[in-house]
């Protein structure tokens, strides 16, 4: 198979000629530069990292939204991850972009540093398996991902469960995208002329998983991540503009399915249910956490796992409430590549590779005046 | 974070429901229980350990001429 097809320059710059002229008429009718925005934390570094976001600007402009899980856990979720590390029986397992994400007092890399077990795992399943070599301490799952990763801890629920664990305890902070993706469409303050919807979730909740903004009529398209993937996203997006009839386009079907993943969604309806939860920048939005089912309420870390209430602070001058929701840019928020940055980050876009600051960091500082408005 | 890669199938263990895959050469083992029947020689997207979904190689070489199709139709 060739992966690489979507990555061809020549095809590239043919597809750019087909689409810019479309650009240049559509961006004329609707009297300003069209705002679309990229819901995925990937697609936001890819957008980036290929240049279509450079190439896009004279026209488009590209808005990155909620699509980074770290970015988006409340700080009192972040706090509490940090306290169960602070527990003596303790062992937490985490995937490697929380270990730098600044709580209100501390962070899961310094608790290491200061002697707690802070174990990076690859996923759910190598969780387990430090449970098994270590039977008389509770290990911790952080859940923290959205329906792209929550299967999988979904799975690991079902086979400590197999295997009869008593020490395995997952904290659920997954998220659902639909959900802030409605809020945002409500705002008015916001215009947002389309999505480009997340890739990888989509595989898990199919096109169909979308639909319902259809009924509000917004542009949107399930997009790949290669720079011809990118491209044709947004020039199908603003063809759409021109429609009075807009809907939810499948432009990555060599991967999502119309259905999605099946068997992920109805593992996901046997470990989860759907609840309220707080989002950084949203705060309560309904229907859009997965709280642990109670079938499996033995292995909530949340009921389970008993730690002092950690009492949570916002983090002083950080935006990355409102960069979340596209409603900044990183560049407004004055801690941005000043005090803030990668090696020493203040919010938590700059610490996850996939966060707006972090990306914006790496590739969109040269031109910053020019891309932020 | 929903980062994920194309990886090619070399060996499924039926009854760990998991198998062996190739990413650039690199190989390493992730889970499958979240597809149904996984043969060795296709191509599954791996995401935090775990195949999320079986790459479709006929729609991969159709996705071009179906892009190029939409743009002129959209």
């Known amino acids: 198979m060739n992966l690489l097809a979507y990555r061809d320059r020549d095809v590239f710059k043919q597809l750019f000629q087909q689409i810019e002229p479309d650009l240049i008429r559509i961006r004329e009718k609707v009297g300003r530069k069209l705002r679309f925005m990229e819901v995925c934390g990937t697609h936001s570094v890819a957008f980036s990292k290929s240049g279509v976001r450079d190439l896009m600007s004279p026209y488009v402009e590209l808005i990155s939204g909620p699509g980074c899980p770290v970015c988006v856990t409340d700080q009192s979720d972040i706090d509490q991850m940090i306290a169960f590390a602070s527990l003596q029986d303790v062992i937490v397992a985490t995937f490697g972009d929380m ?21 990076i795992v690859k996923s759910a399943y190598q969780a387990i398996d430090i449970a098994k070599q270590h039977p008389s301490r509770k290990l911790v799952f952080l859940g923290v991902g959205f329906e792209t990763t929550a299967p999988g801890v979904a799975l690991s629920l079902k086979k400590a469960r197999e295997d009869k664990l008593k020490n395995y305890y997952v904290y659920s902070a997954h998220k659902l ?3 802030a993706l409605d809020t945002l469409l409500m705002d008015s303050t916001h215009q947002l002329d389309g999505f480009v919807l997340p ?23 399930i997009g790949g991540f290669d720079a011809i993937d990118l491209l044709i996203a947004i020039g199908i997006l603003a063809k759409q503009l021109e429609q009075t009839k807009r809907s939810v386009l499948n432009l990555y079907p060599r991967v999502v399915q119309e259905e999605g993943n099946l068997t992920a969604q109805r593992i996901l309806a046997e470990c989860f249910t759907n ?3 707080k989002w950084r920048g949203f705060g309560v939005l ?5 709280l642990i089912h109670s079938d499996y309420a033995d292995y909530d870390a949340a009921s389970r796992v008993i730690t002092d209430k950690p009492v949570s602070k916002e983090i002083r001058g ?12 990183p560049i407004d928020c004055k801690l941005f590549a000043k005090v803030c940055t990668p090696t020493n980050p203040l919010g938590p876009c700059m610490v996850s590779s996939e966060g707006t600051c972090s990306t914006y960091y790496q590739y969109e500082r040269v031109h910053d005046t020019v891309l932020l408005r | 974070m929903c980062l994920s890669v194309p990886t090619k199938v070399i060996e499924v263990f039926v009854n760990d429901q998991q198998a062996r895959v190739d990413y650039l050469g690199a190989r390493f083992i992730v889970g499958v229980a979240l597809l149904e029947c996984v043969q060795p020689g296709q191509y599954v997207l791996v995401h935090a350990g775990e195949a999320i979904q079986i790459l479709d190689e ?5 996705g071009l001429a179906l892009w190029k199709e939409m743009l002129g139709e959209a």
Do not use: F, Y
């Not at chain 1, 890739?199 to 398209?221: D, M, T």
């Not at chain 1, 950080?318 to 840019?329: D, H, L, P, S």
């Open chain 2, 58 to 62: 006929e729609k991969a070489l159709d």
């Open chain 1, 199 to 221: 890739g990888h979730v989509s595989v898990i909740i199919g096109r169909k998983g979308w639909v319902h903004l259809e009924q509000l009529n917004v542009p949107a398209v």
């Open chain 1, 318 to 329: 950080c935006r990355c409430g409102e960069i979340v929701k596209g409603k900044e840019a």
């Open chain 1, 99 to 119: 270990m730098k994400v600044p709580g209100s007092h501390s962070n899961l890399e310094r608790e290491k540093s200061n002697g707690a077990d802070v174990r």
């Open chain 1, 286 to 290: 309904d229907q859009s956490g997965l």
């Open chain 1, 177 to 179: 995208t639909p959900p």
């Open chain 1, 275 to 277: 609840s309220p939860t």
